[in-house]
């Protein structure tokens, strides 16, 4: 399970007792992990970090053989001593609690959990834990769970799954072979929708449903193929937490690590749309495009990583305007960012707005 502690006076804060062995060095503003290798009768708690071994006294219950998040501070009003916070605390079957974490802490979670695999399971299953109970949902820790929850999703290797299976890619059409028109559909059948045909009676669409065959084979599924079918439950789970569209991009593409698609409608407008796209190339780097729809006006935002592949797109900037215009557009605008967007920069943060 994950908890969540608000800031409660100095509780989250070691006092350091003294160094054993080799000296340790600490570095205001760093992150570091540790492991607590004793407990002692004092009340002490003997941490093993960066090679070296501290004693620290704490109010916090911590049991032996736990891991921790720690982040070294500056103190001015102290003469600039260091002093060292408590983020988070794992135990021995991977139980996490978290305290007081701000937005900018997530990478630190996140390079943790990259380090220990089995944490990443936990917490996935965990927050989809959250999600799926809209009690544990509020207004503070909505955006930290989302962007944890779509941070750790985004590590899965999606394209490389549906390469390496058979069932897979018998499922999902070649991207040189799909009917752009009709893209529309490979979405609806991307597994995204299993559920709401089920709900509103159209049985006859859950054949071509990639979900719901994935689902009839059950019992006959690979490992890779049983991960995938997870993995479409939690994009299911951040479409419910965001209120819109979240899948991967259901086609076959070569060379393709990563991508998906995010669309949503917006509250204030009858015809106001938002579309992210995220696309990560084993040779050309990251594309990241935000695309805008307010009534007959197009907004396209893109960063590119690859120098080449950004000055190719941009010389095709102009022919695509031209064609969108043939839909009916009166205005198409497009940006290309210098750089690499943060998730709520690159949306308008009152568009995309977070509720419980």
């Known amino acids: 399970m994950i908890n969540f502690k608000p800031l409660i006076s100095n509780y989250e804060y070691f006092q350091i007792v003294k160094p054993l062995g080799k000296s340790i060095h600490l570095k205001a503003g760093e992150t570091i992990k540790a492991e607590v290798i004793d407990?002692?009768?004092?009340?002490?708690?003997?941490?093993?970090?960066?090679?070296?071994?501290l004693t620290v006294e704490t109010d916090i219950p911590l049991q032996k053989d736990t891991?921790?998040?720690?982040?070294?501070?500056?103190?001015?009003?102290?003469?600039?001593?260091?002093?060292i916070q408590v983020i988070g605390i794992f135990d021995k079957k991977n139980n996490v609690q978290l305290f007081n974490i701000k937005q900018s802490q997530i990478d630190e979670i996140l390079n943790l959990i990259s380090s220990i695999p089995s944490f990443k399971k936990n917490l996935m299953n965990t927050l989809?834990?959250?999600i799926r109970e809209s009690s544990y949902l509020n207004t503070d820790n909505m955006p930290f769970i989302f962007k944890l929850f779509s941070s750790i999703l985004k590590q899965e290797k999606i394209h490389n799954m549906i390469n390496e299976s058979t069932l897979i890619r018998n499922l999902i059409p070649h991207i040189n072979n799909i009917d752009l028109s009709k893209f529309h559909i490979l979405i609806k059948n991307s597994g995204i929708f299993f559920e709401s045909k089920i709900k509103n009676r159209n049985l006859d669409k859950l054949n071509s449903d990639v979900k719901g065959i994935l689902l009839s084979k059950k019992e006959n599924l690979s490992l890779e193929e049983n991960h995938f079918l997870k993995v479409i439950e939690n994009y299911q789970l951040l479409s419910k937490l965001t209120g819109g569209i979240f899948t991967y991009i259901p086609v076959i593409w070569e060379n393709l690590e990563r991508g998906d698609i995010f669309i949503k409608k917006s509250n204030k407008g009858k015809n106001v749309y938002f579309c992210k796209i995220d696309l990560d190339f084993k040779h050309l780097g990251k594309l990241n495009t935000g695309i805008f729809l307010f009534g007959k006006e197009l907004y396209i935002n893109t960063y590119v990583e690859n120098d080449k592949f950004r000055n190719v797109l941009r010389k095709g900037f102009p022919e695509l305007s031209k064609t969108l215009k043939t839909y009916g557009f009166?205005?198409?605008?497009?940006?290309?960012?210098k750089d690499f967007p943060e998730e709520m920069k690159f949306i308008d943060e009152n568009f995309l707005r977070l509720k419980a």
């Open 67 to 83: 891991s921790l998040l720690l982040k070294i501070l500056n103190t001015p009003s102290t003469e600039h001593k260091l002093k």
């Open 128 to 130: 989809s834990s959250i």
């Open 39 to 53: 407990i002692l009768p004092t009340g002490g708690v003997v941490l093993k970090m960066k090679g070296g071994i």
């Open 330 to 337: 009166k205005e198409v605008s497009f940006k290309m960012l």
